[in-house]
């Protein structure tokens, strides 16, 4: 059982857009910066998106990140066959002294 | 470029111990804190411990906590996991990350598999 909650799964077309949920508490998501994390089966993960909502150098812009009180989303516009990953989200839970992920979300574009 | 390159996996029987290594290169790596991560094949992520740019402090998971000891030697620029009292659900491939401000890990090495098994 992971500390923050994401869907296990989604899908969509390519070109569409998609959205992914993570979801957490006060002690984590709510006192503290998300970030997120690609990950295509077999390697390394990959980081997407920092302080809930800024890309790093050569990610694009079609990868978007915000933050509302206890929950984060990751969105993806203009979806590419290469998009399909498993995505993570995470931060640092106050409670715990611990850096804390989400179960991931497998994307399949269709 | 920055790299970073686990080592010292391998098959362990169960009750043995193991310390793995991550070697870094392209940046200082003594100004940076560093994470280890794991994964159970076809499972998610899971946080193990992190150590601060200068060694002075260092966090657990729980599930770790009295059993796994981060160090690091900045002066051979590795970052070190002990194992100890290892157990079938420490199997996972283990990945070194590195730390920046605001706890996100932007930098991943590929990660070696540790197999606990009798």
């Known amino acids: 059982q992971s500390v923050l909650t994401q869907p296990p799964s989604v899908s969509a077309a390519p070109g569409q857009k998609v959205t992914i949920s993570c979801s957490g508490r006060s002690s984590n998501i709510g006192n503290n910066y998300v970030s997120w994390y690609q990950q295509v089966p077999g390697t390394a993960p990959k980081l997407l998106i920092y302080?809930?909502?800024k890309r790093p150098s050569g990610i694009p812009d079609r990868f978007s990140g915000s933050k509302s009180g206890t929950s984060a989303t990751l969105g993806i516009t203009r979806l590419q066959t290469g998009d399909e990953a498993d995505y993570y989200c995470?931060?640092?839970?106050?409670?715990?002294?611990?850096?804390?992920f989400g179960g991931g979300t497998k994307l399949t574009v269709l | 470029q920055v790299q970073l390159v686990e080592s010292g996996g391998g098959v362990i029987q169960p009750g043995r111990s193991l310390r793995l290594s991550c070697a870094a290169s392209g940046f200082t790596f003594s100004s940076y804190g560093m994470h280890w991560v794991r994964q159970t094949p076809g499972k998610g992520l899971e946080w193990v411990a992190v150590?601060?740019?200068?060694?002075?402090?260092?966090k657990y998971a729980d599930s770790v906590k009295g059993r796994f000891t981060i160090s690091r030697d900045s002066s051979k620029n590795t970052l070190f996991l002990q194992m100890n009292s290892l157990r079938a659900e420490d199997t996972a491939v283990y990945y070194c990350a590195r730390d920046r401000t605001n706890w996100f890990l932007d930098a991943w090495g590929r990660g070696t598999l540790v197999t606990v098994s009798s």
């Open positions: 150590i601060w740019y200068d060694g002075s402090n260092n």
């Open positions: 995470g931060t640092w839970d106050d409670s715990l002294s611990a850096v804390v």
């Open positions: 302080d809930n909502n």
